[in-house]
Protein backbone atom coordinates (compact mmCIF):
# COMPACT_ATOMS: atom_id res chain seq x y z
CA UNK A 1 0.00 0.00 0.00
CA UNK A 2 1.62 3.45 -1.20
CA UNK A 3 1.19 6.95 0.67
CA UNK A 4 -1.65 7.64 -2.12
CA UNK A 5 -3.31 5.27 -0.98
CA UNK A 6 -3.67 6.06 2.28
CA UNK A 7 -3.90 9.86 1.64
CA UNK A 8 -6.88 8.85 -0.46
CA UNK A 9 -8.30 6.71 1.97
CA UNK A 10 -8.25 8.62 5.18
CA UNK A 11 -9.55 11.93 3.30
CA UNK A 12 -12.26 10.13 1.86
CA UNK A 13 -13.15 8.81 5.43
CA UNK A 14 -12.81 12.68 7.26
CA UNK A 15 -14.86 13.89 3.86
CA UNK A 16 -17.10 11.59 5.09
CA UNK A 17 -17.40 12.67 8.24
CA UNK A 18 -17.77 16.12 7.50
CA UNK A 19 -20.80 15.38 5.57
CA UNK A 20 -22.33 13.59 8.37
CA UNK A 21 -21.53 16.99 10.45
CA UNK A 22 -23.15 19.32 7.66
CA UNK A 23 -25.91 16.98 7.77
CA UNK A 24 -26.79 17.87 11.41
CA UNK A 25 -26.50 21.44 10.53
CA UNK A 26 -28.93 21.86 7.69
CA UNK A 27 -31.08 23.12 9.21
CA UNK A 28 -28.87 26.08 10.67
CA UNK A 29 -27.79 27.32 6.97
CA UNK A 30 -29.35 29.99 5.53
CA UNK A 31 -30.78 27.99 2.48
CA UNK A 32 -31.01 24.38 3.48
CA UNK A 33 -31.64 23.24 0.72
CA UNK A 34 -28.13 24.00 -0.45
CA UNK A 35 -26.51 22.53 3.09
CA UNK A 36 -28.21 19.39 1.54
CA UNK A 37 -26.31 20.09 -1.57
CA UNK A 38 -22.96 19.93 0.77
CA UNK A 39 -24.14 17.21 2.70
CA UNK A 40 -24.58 15.08 -0.12
CA UNK A 41 -21.42 15.96 -1.81
CA UNK A 42 -19.21 15.14 1.19
CA UNK A 43 -20.98 11.82 1.86
CA UNK A 44 -21.28 10.64 -1.76
CA UNK A 45 -17.30 12.35 -2.67
CA UNK A 46 -16.07 10.30 0.85
CA UNK A 47 -16.42 7.01 -0.15
CA UNK A 48 -15.52 7.74 -3.98
CA UNK A 49 -12.47 8.36 -2.73
CA UNK A 50 -11.92 5.88 -0.78
CA UNK A 51 -13.36 3.45 -3.61
CA UNK A 52 -10.41 5.48 -5.76
CA UNK A 53 -7.79 4.76 -2.84
CA UNK A 54 -8.80 0.64 -3.03
CA UNK A 55 -8.28 0.61 -6.66
CA UNK A 56 -5.54 3.25 -7.03
CA UNK A 57 -2.46 0.64 -7.30
CA UNK A 58 -4.55 -0.93 -10.82
CA UNK A 59 -4.86 2.35 -12.34
CA UNK A 60 -1.14 1.80 -13.55
CA UNK A 61 -0.71 5.56 -12.27
CA UNK A 62 3.24 6.78 -12.96
CA UNK A 63 4.78 7.04 -9.41
CA UNK A 64 6.31 10.18 -10.64
CA UNK A 65 1.92 11.34 -11.41
CA UNK A 66 0.53 9.46 -8.14
CA UNK A 67 1.32 12.34 -5.60
CA UNK A 68 -0.07 15.32 -7.76
CA UNK A 69 -2.66 13.67 -8.91
CA UNK A 70 -4.24 11.90 -5.72
CA UNK A 71 -3.70 15.61 -4.20
CA UNK A 72 -5.24 17.19 -7.05
CA UNK A 73 -8.17 14.64 -6.44
CA UNK A 74 -8.21 15.46 -2.70
CA UNK A 75 -8.01 18.96 -2.78
CA UNK A 76 -10.63 19.76 -5.41
CA UNK A 77 -13.02 17.07 -3.44
CA UNK A 78 -12.74 19.38 -0.21
CA UNK A 79 -13.24 22.80 -1.54
CA UNK A 80 -16.07 21.68 -3.59
CA UNK A 81 -17.58 20.75 -0.04
CA UNK A 82 -16.43 24.03 1.04
CA UNK A 83 -17.55 26.34 -1.83
CA UNK A 84 -21.15 24.69 -1.15
CA UNK A 85 -21.49 25.24 2.19
CA UNK A 86 -20.01 28.76 1.79
CA UNK A 87 -23.41 29.21 -0.62
CA UNK A 88 -25.35 27.34 1.99
CA UNK A 89 -24.38 29.69 4.99
CA UNK A 90 -24.33 32.60 2.49
CA UNK A 91 -27.20 32.02 0.65
CA UNK A 92 -25.57 32.47 -2.98
CA UNK A 93 -26.59 30.81 -5.82
CA UNK A 94 -24.94 32.32 -9.08
CA UNK A 95 -23.27 28.92 -9.53
CA UNK A 96 -25.68 26.17 -8.42
CA UNK A 97 -28.89 27.87 -9.53
CA UNK A 98 -31.20 24.86 -8.91
CA UNK A 99 -30.28 24.39 -5.45
CA UNK A 100 -30.20 28.50 -4.63
CA UNK A 101 -33.58 29.16 -5.98
CA UNK A 102 -34.06 32.33 -5.15
CA UNK A 103 -31.51 33.09 -2.69
CA UNK A 104 -29.10 35.80 -3.68
CA UNK A 105 -25.04 37.02 -1.76
CA UNK A 106 -23.54 39.47 -2.07
CA UNK A 107 -21.33 39.82 -4.79
CA UNK A 108 -18.08 39.12 -3.05
CA UNK A 109 -19.53 35.85 -1.69
CA UNK A 110 -20.60 34.91 -5.23
CA UNK A 111 -17.84 35.70 -6.69
CA UNK A 112 -16.06 33.17 -4.29
CA UNK A 113 -18.25 30.43 -4.20
CA UNK A 114 -18.40 30.55 -8.41
CA UNK A 115 -14.79 30.48 -7.82
CA UNK A 116 -14.08 27.39 -5.83
CA UNK A 117 -17.39 25.47 -7.16
CA UNK A 118 -16.18 25.75 -10.64
CA UNK A 119 -12.44 25.53 -10.20
CA UNK A 120 -12.47 22.24 -8.52
CA UNK A 121 -15.15 20.86 -10.61
CA UNK A 122 -12.72 21.96 -13.45
CA UNK A 123 -10.18 20.36 -11.25
CA UNK A 124 -11.86 16.97 -10.22
CA UNK A 125 -12.80 16.84 -14.21
CA UNK A 126 -9.09 17.15 -15.70
CA UNK A 127 -7.53 14.60 -12.63
CA UNK A 128 -10.37 11.90 -13.30
CA UNK A 129 -9.60 12.21 -17.00
CA UNK A 130 -6.27 11.90 -16.56
CA UNK A 131 -6.42 9.04 -14.49
CA UNK A 132 -8.61 6.70 -16.50
CA UNK A 133 -6.35 7.88 -19.28
CA UNK A 134 -3.99 6.44 -17.24
CA UNK A 135 -6.06 3.22 -16.57
CA UNK A 136 -6.99 2.29 -19.98
CA UNK A 137 -3.49 2.64 -21.33
CA UNK A 138 -2.47 -0.02 -18.54
CA UNK A 139 -5.23 -2.12 -19.83
CA UNK A 140 -4.36 -2.11 -23.44
Same mark, same amino acid.
Given at each position: ??? $??? !?? @?? %??????? =?? #?????????????????????????????????????????????????? $??? !?? @?? %??????? =?? #???????????????????????????????????????????????????????
Amino acid at each position: MNE $SMV !LL @GV %SGFVLFT =IG #LLLGFLIPTFRNARMGLSAHLTAVQTGPALIGVALFWEHLSIPSAWSAEL $SSA !LI @GS %SYVLVGG =IA #LAAASGASEALPIAGGSYRANRMYEAVVSLLVKGSSITMGLTAVTISFFAIRGIA
